[in-house]
């Protein structure tokens, strides 16, 4: 069975190998999108793969994402980030479920690790996300940052989780608070989303993961999160109002 891998990266150098190496003994192939890296990404990926292209950074970055998965020449096509990992155990599961299936995509829990805990309340699990399909059956559309994967289809559900490193230390929260605020900031204002309500959804979200879905019991990593996507929600309501304010 010929899975292909799909992975864009933009200064990436701290975690590519670390996701590169966990999916190496399964992939039939993997196709790595450098967008505008300044780092070492690019020579990391080349230990990897020769199938490399350079692309623009896009603001959007699922334009980059369905990019890579169009260059897919496998069966199966698996997106996967830089700051993700598969274990052994979902690795296991895909090559024998993929072996005897009529579904055209998958949906398989997510570990979310934050300062090095994997995060168990607070809505950070199971989050649940498709990644891996038949080709020609799923795409991004590409309109959305925050789109999922569309599948044609029938999809099933895996057993196994794979992970994810969301921020491993204070450096790298400063860069992705950055990044998500800078983002997200452009999606607002491109597709006019109203700045009040966007605001409103994150107070309540914050009281809902941190209460409701017992966000509490993840201890003081858990109260820590939960206090940066409240932050993350307030930073995204300012630099709207910045842009709104500048264009009067």
Not at 43 to 52: G, Q, R, S, W
Not at 88 to 103: A, M, P, R
Not at 172 to 200: G, H, P, V
Request: net charge positive; hydrophobic share 35%.
């Amino acid at each position: 069975m010929r899975i292909s891998f799909a992975i864009i990266g933009h200064n990436e150098e701290k975690l590519i190998e670390g996701c590169l190496e966990s999916l190496k003994d399964i992939a039939y192939e993997i196709i790595y999108a450098d967008c505008e890296s300044q780092d070492r990404s690019l020579n990391i990926a080349m230990k990897y793969t020769d199938k490399i292209f350079r692309v623009k950074n896009d603001l959007n970055l699922n334009v980059n994402k369905q990019f890579a998965i169009d260059k897919c020449e496998g069966d199966w096509i698996f997106y996967i980030d830089p700051d993700e990992r598969l274990t052994g155990e979902i690795k296991k599961e895909i090559l024998e479920v993929l072996n005897k299936t009529d579904f055209d995509g998958f949906l398989m829990p997510r570990r979310n690790y934050y300062f090095g805990k994997w995060l168990r309340y607070g809505g950070k699990y199971p989050d649940r996300q498709l990644r891996l399909f038949k080709k020609g059956k799923a795409k991004f559309d590409c309109l959305s940052i925050h789109e999922r994967i569309k599948v044609e289809g029938k999809v099933g559900e895996l057993k196994n989780p794979f992970d994810h490193i969301v921020i491993e230390d204070t450096d790298r929260l400063a860069q992705k608070i950055y990044s998500y605020i800078y983002r997200t900031s452009y999606e607002m204002d491109r597709l006019k989303i109203d700045n009040e309500k966007r605001l409103n959804k994150s107070i309540k979200r914050f009281f809902t993961n941190y209460f409701l879905k017992l966000g509490f019991l993840d201890g003081r990593v858990g109260f820590f999160v939960a206090i940066i996507d409240l932050f993350n929600g307030f930073l995204s309501y300012f630099k709207i109002k910045e842009l709104k304010d500048n264009i009067k």
